[in-house]
């Protein structure tokens, strides 16, 4: 079992900044790749980026250089640097990971950004 817990998110104005976090916790020793995804009201959940335990990262185009992904694994976090926000990243962001087959999810946290 794993529990992923998010936090960060909130109201922003365009071309602001946001840092997510995502703390996991229970059986993690395991853990490769986390990642983060996003939905934005009536879309598909979409991967926004993911980093492997080593570090090896990648990440969606329509955020390529402007969110960067990290990872703590002393803290067994990862986050998630959101730079130049634009409306559309108005989303709902989660932190997903896949342990022995099964994927775990947290709760959400919501990322608005205004124009």
């Known amino acids: 079992q794993v529990q992923l817990v998010e936090s960060g998110g909130g109201l922003v104005q365009a071309g602001g900044s946001l840092r997510l976090s995502c703390a996991a916790s229970?059986?993690?020793?395991?853990?490769?790749?986390m990642a983060w995804y996003r939905q934005a009201p009536g879309k598909q959940r979409e991967l926004v980026a993911a980093?492997?335990?080593?570090?090896?990262?990648n990440s969606a185009d329509s955020v390529k250089g402007r969110f960067t992904i990290s990872r703590d694994n002393a803290k067994n976090t990862v986050y998630l640097q959101m730079n130049s926000l634009k409306p559309e990243d108005t989303a709902v962001y989660y932190c997903?990971?896949?342990?022995?087959?099964?994927?775990?999810w947290g709760q959400g946290t919501q990322v608005t950004v205004s124009s």
């Open positions: 997903k990971t896949t342990l022995l087959g099964h994927d775990y």
């Open positions: 229970g059986s993690i020793s395991s853990i490769n790749v």
């Open positions: 980093i492997s335990r080593g570090g090896s990262t």
